[in-house]
């Protein structure tokens, strides 16, 4: 990071691993995924915290990398991980919630670079996800799909209308 024209970080969790996610929640604090664990950072304290990643859902293979990062109006976090088995990633991802240090995993394990995207959220919170098989409204940590629909983007308006980009 840059602060006062001097750039900050070479001691960092993220100077030594590989970051491939960043969001900023609302009280300030940044979130990187570093690794397959992600890194809360408190500017107050100047502290990095980490929560490591739970055990992988599929027994023979491992975390590779956090994919996505979205941070919720709530503040909790909700990171995509890719799985790696063998000598390779990319093969599958699953998305998790994470609050107050707990992981949930949100739905099935899906096969990486479907054109998952979100989660975004409407204008009372509710989570929505595209992830295989469509559009998911996600409550209670639980996708139920509304559309067989596969957009490729979303977002909400500030009307709080769903919009999506999909083929027709």
């Known amino acids: 990071w840059l602060e006062n024209g001097t750039w900050q970080g070479a001691s960092s969790p993220a100077g030594s691993g590989c970051a491939t996610a960043i969001a900023e929640d609302s009280a300030g604090r940044v979130w990187v995924g570093v690794d397959s664990s992600l890194w809360r950072y ?7 915290t980490e929560l490591a990643a739970p055990e992988p859902p599929v027994s023979n293979m491992r975390f590779g990398f956090v994919d996505s ?9 909700w990171p995509t991980l890719v799985l790696c088995g063998g000598a390779s990633c990319y093969g599958s991802c699953v998305l998790y919630h994470v609050r107050d240090g707990e992981w ?4 099935d394990v899906g096969e990486y670079d479907f054109g998952y995207w ?3 959220f409407d204008a009372t919170g509710v989570p929505w996800i595209a992830w295989e098989g469509g559009v998911y409204r ?6 139920s799909l509304v559309s067989p629909l596969q957009a490729r983007a979303g977002a909400v308006d500030g009307s709080g209308r769903l919009w999506l980009v999909a083929p027709h």
Not at 69 to 77: F, I, K
Not at 104 to 107: H, L, N, V, Y
């Open 42 to 48: 408190d500017p107050a304290p100047a502290s990095w």
């Open 138 to 143: 996600v409550k209670g940590d639980v996708p």
């Open 104 to 107: 949930t995993q949100i739905g």
């Open 118 to 120: 979100g989660p975004i």
């Open 69 to 77: 990062l979205v941070v919720a109006p709530d503040g909790s976090v």
